[in-house]
């Protein structure tokens, strides 16, 4: 739910935001900026999908209380012989 909130915020980004930071780049710099904008936009995406998917992972944890804690070792899954 949080990765989707965050794509649909970023997808109106899209839409009326980058268009703008795109032609202003490619005035400044060139077809460089062009590369540099979209490789900036890659980035800010990449890191609101791995944001939201902690987050959506502790919330997930805590609300059913299977989490791990630190120094906690993890459950034996081997067959009991």
Known sequence: ??????VEVLKLLAIHWLPGV???SQGIY????I?????????IFGKVIVYAS?????????R???GRHVG???????PNR
Do not use: H, N, Y
């Open 1 to 6: 739910m949080v990765a989707a909130i965050g």
């Open 22 to 24: 795109i032609a202003k």
């Open 30 to 33: 060139g077809s460089i900026g």
């Open 35 to 43: 590369v540099f904008g979209i490789f900036a936009w890659l980035l």
């Open 54 to 62: 902690v987050l959506q992972r502790g919330l997930e944890e805590r």
């Open 64 to 66: 059913t209380g299977k």
């Open 72 to 78: 906690e070792r993890a459950p034996d899954r081997r």
